[in-house]
Nanobody
Framework: VQLQASGGGLVQAGGSLRLSCAAS????????IQWFRQAPGKQRDFVAR???????NYAHFVEGRFTISRDNAKNTVYLQMSSLKPEDTAVYYC??????????????WGQGTQVTVSS
């Protein structure tokens, strides 16, 4: 299984971006989606989580501005980011828990996509 993240870029404060994370390969389904971010010199922080049949959770600093979603037909998950702030500048990573054909659930990370918000 491989993950391909995309959608990052440079945007002005108040703007929007939509990040995508496409899973490819041989697997049954995506069980859980998480997004993290890491700013220069800082630790990787949790941003959002969505589980099959479970609640969607957001970090307090993105609540109400970011929305996590998925397109099962495309095996792609998204992070819609609105009202972006300079402090949202970071490399964003998708993390998927994937059910594979042998009933094993494996953990995969995307390569990261840079989001830069200018003031």
């Amino acid at each position: 299984v491989q993950l391909q993240a995309s959608g990052g870029g440079l945007v002005q404060a108040g703007g929007s971006l939509r990040l995508s994370c496409a899973a490819s390969g041989n697997f049954v389904s995506i069980v859980e989606i998480q997004w993290f971010r890491q700013a220069p010199g800082k630790q990787r922080d949790f941003v959002a989580r969505a589980s099959n049949g479970g609640p969607t959770n957001y970090a307090h600093f993105v609540e109400g501005r970011f929305t996590i979603s998925r397109d099962n037909a495309k095996n792609t998950v998204y992070l819609q980011m609105s009202s972006l702030k300079p402090e949202d500048t970071a490399v964003y990573y998708c993390n998927l828990m994937i059910l594979e054909g042998d009933a094993r659930i494996a953990d995969y990370w995307g390569q990261g996509t840079q989001v830069t918000v200018s003031s």
